[in-house]
């Protein structure tokens, strides 16, 4: 069940640069549907479904953005960096988990309370770099006991649940519900071709392990899963992100203003074809925010 699938690997931790709890959620799932699985030395896991000499790779990411350990000071709070795209003010007043060396601990991530700010501060909020994550300790000592050091990764402490009409919310869906997408695909899929499902890792912070992955493997064709914003959303007009829940999922023909991605018309027209053939309704985006796996995949020449 997919909802099922999507809970697991919601609740995996895997920040940038330690992804290997979602790693193991996956190489469990895929154990007997592939006909191989192996890391390389990046921290990708690479699936390969073994088929005719066209090879086709289907990544998505595995990571979140998180925060990482720079200093603890002699009171025992906890300076951080943010690792991927954070806005800053969702981070206040945030419950995570620290990933220490000898086990997880949770914390608060606490600033200045509002009632002691002045009314130019109220307006600013509260930075990034003005935070901090209180774990309980009061002395520095105390933190460096339960394992927690300069180095160590941080996630938010937030669990997979349901809400009403078939809608779930959790965290770390970019990238989650794209593994999901892929576990289900190589789980299914018979092909002629050979496939490699590529779960790649460090995306939120540069399109890392999509870059080292298709060097690499270097493929005939790659498509890129990933989340996407709707328009259907207090805030957000339709002109502006043209796609909405429900409605079927979207192939993005451009993102970034074109400073990212800009898809193969043949990938393009392939997918649209597939969809069409399969009566299945699909979305055309053109974008002007962030961008995916995707950009790293296209400096590559794929021919599908």
Request: aromatic share 6%; net charge neutral; hydrophobic share 40%.
């Amino acid at each position: 069940m997919v909802k099922e699938l999507l809970k697991k690997l919601s609740n995996a931790h895997g920040v940038s640069g330690s992804e290997s709890s979602v790693f193991a959620v996956i190489k469990k799932e895929l154990k007997g549907h592939v006909d191989e699985i192996r890391e390389d030395p990046m921290g990708n896991l690479i699936a390969i479904k073994r088929g005719g000499a066209f090879k086709v790779m289907l990544a998505a990411h595995m990571d979140e953005i998180g925060l990482m350990v720079k200093y603890i000071d002699d009171k025992g709070f906890i300076r951080f960096v943010a690792l991927g795209g954070w806005y800053g003010p969702t981070l206040y007043n945030q419950r995570v988990v620290l990933h220490g060396t000898k086990g997880k601990y949770l914390g608060v991530i606490g600033g200045k309370p509002p009632h002691m700010m002045d009314e130019e501060e109220r307006k600013k909020g509260v930075k990034v770099d003005d935070m901090f994550i209180d774990v309980g300790a009061s002395k520095r000592e105390e933190v460096e006991y339960l394992g927690i050091e300069v180095g160590t990764p941080v996630t938010v402490d937030r669990e997979f649940t349901s809400l009403a009409y078939n809608r779930v919310s959790g965290k770390a869906f970019d990238n989650r519900a794209g593994v999901a997408m892929l576990i289900k695909t190589l789980k299914q899929v018979d092909s002629p071709l050979t496939i490699f499902g590529v779960f790649t890792v460090q995306e939120e912070v540069g399109l890392k392990g999509a870059r080292t992955s298709a060097y690499t493997l270097d493929p005939d064709c790659a498509i890129a899963t990933d989340v996407t914003i709707p328009g259907d959303h207090p805030g957000i007009e339709m002109k502006d992100a043209p796609v909405e829940m429900g409605k079927g999922p979207v192939i993005t023909i451009v993102d970034s203003s074109g400073r990212g991605l800009i898809a193969s018309h043949k990938v393009v027209k392939w997918l649209r074809d597939t969809a069409d053939a399969q009566g299945i309704p699909v979305q055309m985006e053109v974008g002007s925010g962030g961008t995916t796996d995707a950009y790293s995949l296209t400096v590559y020449s794929f021919t599908c």
